[in-house]
């Protein structure tokens, strides 16, 4: 993992994040 541009790190870790608050959402629900 290349942590020199946090611009697209942070991004990245927002697009696995919110599918996967989704998919838990729905587990749950």
């Known amino acids: ?3 020199s541009m946090p ?3 942070w991004r990245q870790a ?3 994040s919110t ?3 989704i998919w838990t959402k729905g ?3």
């Open 27 to 29: 587990v749950r629900s």
């Open 19 to 21: 599918p996967l608050f």
């Open 7 to 9: 611009g697209p790190s």
């Open 14 to 16: 927002t697009l696995d």
């Open 1 to 3: 993992m290349k942590s």
